[in-house]
């Protein structure tokens, strides 16, 4: 989930073309306080968490968050090392 225009949300898409996976990844992307945002706010805030953007679904109702984690997480599952 990918919020415009927070610079942390472009740095996790920015690495994810760069490292040529992200058409592994299925981008929501939308505008602070729309209709997605707020659904997907409250999804995070059902799963306990405090919502923060960008974020991934891993799974059902599973949320991860903060683009460093994201991208360190995206880049071992490739085997990717994510300075190059």
Do not use: V
Not at 70 to 75: K, M, N, P, S
């Amino acid at each position: 989930y990918l919020l415009r225009p927070c610079p942390f949300c472009l740095k996790l898409r920015i690495f994810l073309t760069e490292a040529g996976i992200a058409d592994n990844f299925r981008f929501i992307e939308f505008e602070s306080g729309d209709e997605t945002h707020e659904a997907i706010r409250n999804r995070m805030i059902e799963a306990g968490l405090k919502p923060s953007f960008p974020a991934a679904e891993l799974a059902e109702g599973r949320f991860a968050t903060e683009s460093d984690d994201l991208i360190a997480r995206f880049a071992s599952e490739a085997r990717l090392e994510p300075a190059t």
